[in-house]
Nanobody, 127 residues
């Protein structure tokens, strides 16, 4: 499968909105989990959001619930992560990952369960 590629990111201030996009062959499938992970300096990579292409269900970490929204753009074949009311603790490298296993969107699954990764894009939020 085609590796995911991330777009977007950059700099923002507290309260801003930022949008990331991910493209990849998994988005054309009806049997994939496509997740957004982030890794802050000195911290482990954490799953912040996930989208199951089969039924459109999503997962959000508690730290971003109510602020981040993941959605699929079928025309552009991208998975978008809309980040609203960003905070300095949202700073990190954001990665898009996919695997043909929709159950990986469940909270119990983490980065070791995904095997197709993008190169990452930096998001920096200042206070």
């Amino acid at each position: 499968q085609v590796q995911p590629v991330e777009f977007g990111g950059g700099l923002g201030q507290s309260g801003d909105s930022l949008t990331l996009s991910c493209s990849g062959s998994g988005l054309r499938s009806e049997y994939h989990a496509i997740a957004w992970f982030r890794q802050a300096p000195g911290k482990e990579r954490e799953k912040v959001a996930c989208f199951s292409t089969g039924d459109g269900t999503g997962y959000y970490a508690d730290s971003v619930k109510g602020r981040f929204t993941v959605s699929r753009d079928t025309l552009k074949n991208t998975l978008n992560l809309e980040m609203n009311n960003v905070k300095p603790e949202d700073t990190g490298v954001y990665y898009c990952a996919s695997k043909p296993r929709p159950r990986l969107c469940r909270a119990r699954y983490g980065p070791l369960d995904f095997d197709s990764w993008g190169q990452g894009t930096q998001v920096t939020v200042s206070s």
